[in-house]
């Protein structure tokens, strides 16, 4: 994903960080979907950055399914409180690294798409 080129075109810039801030957005899997969905043929640093948040917020879904089962054994409260928190936190370093057109890789991200 590093061979894509960087883009400067503000419009793109303004989709790429709307797809890493989409679970701040309240729009979580959706807003990232539609984007990939929608500039797979367009734009690659748009679609390169969208199916990266996508990848990441499934991954995000499934790890917290993974918990709710441990939540019975105490262990899994903490672990849902450090997720959701990952997830604003590494949601935000996307959006900042991104600013500038590149490309951000999510650490622990399942690649689905």
Partial sequence: MNDIVPTTNPNERLLIAASHLSVLLGAG???????YLVQTDRSGPVASN??????????VYLYSLFCVPLV???????L?????????????????RTADGGTYRYPLTLRLV
């Avoid at 899997?29 to 984007?35: A, F, T």
């Avoid at 969208?50 to 917020?57: D, G």
């Fill in 29 to 35: 899997l959706l807003l990232p979907l539609i984007v």
């Fill in 80 to 96: 849902l409180a450090a997720i959701v928190i990952a997830t604003f936190v590494l949601a935000i370093v996307a959006a900042i």
């Fill in 50 to 59: 969208a199916r990266e948040a996508l990848n990441f917020h499934i991954s």
């Fill in 72 to 78: 019975v054994v105490i262990v899994g409260a903490p």
